[in-house]
């Protein structure tokens, strides 16, 4: 398994930016996939998070009604939209892959331990 991210960039607060992460898998849908960010001296958070097999969608309280996770499964691409950046999300942001028995992972955006493949990660600076 591979997980390629795009290239972040920089954004003024306020504004938008969109991430991209191409996996190398057959099915997407048998994946649990989740964007997670880790600033420096932070612990890895600020999930989204989407499980297919479950039709359930969630998200971390520092990203809800601002990130939204999209998935493209005939392409095996997973996108992360972000609105209304703020200073705050200024991070290395990581796509991840993961399989777990665990119910309703995707709640409040996924726990990193339930994602064993990671992506390279890709920063983002939110400054004006």
């Known amino acids: 398994l591979q997980l390629v991210e795009s290239v972040g960039g920089l954004g003024q607060p306020g504004q938008s930016l969109r991430l991209s992460c191409a996996a190398s898998?057959?099915?997407?849908?048998?994946?649990?996939v989740g964007w997670f960010r880790q600033a420096p001296g932070q612990e890895r958070e600020g999930g989204s998070c989407?499980?297919?097999?479950?039709?359930?969608?969630g998200y971390s309280d520092d990203v809800k009604g601002r990130f939204t996770i999209l998935t493209d499964n005939a392409r095996s691409m997973v996108y992360l939209q972000m609105n209304l950046l703020k200073p705050e999300g200024t991070a290395v942001y990581y796509c991840?892959?993961?399989?777990?028995?665990?119910?309703?992972?995707?709640?409040?955006?996924?726990?990193?331990?339930?994602?064993?493949?990671w992506g390279q990660g890709t920063q983002v600076t939110v400054s004006s």
């Open positions: 991840a892959l993961g399989r777990t028995a665990r119910p309703r992972p995707c709640t409040s955006g996924g726990v990193p331990k339930d994602f064993d493949t």
């Open positions: 898998v057959f099915s997407l849908g048998d994946y649990v």
């Open positions: 989407i499980n297919d097999s479950d039709r359930e969608i």
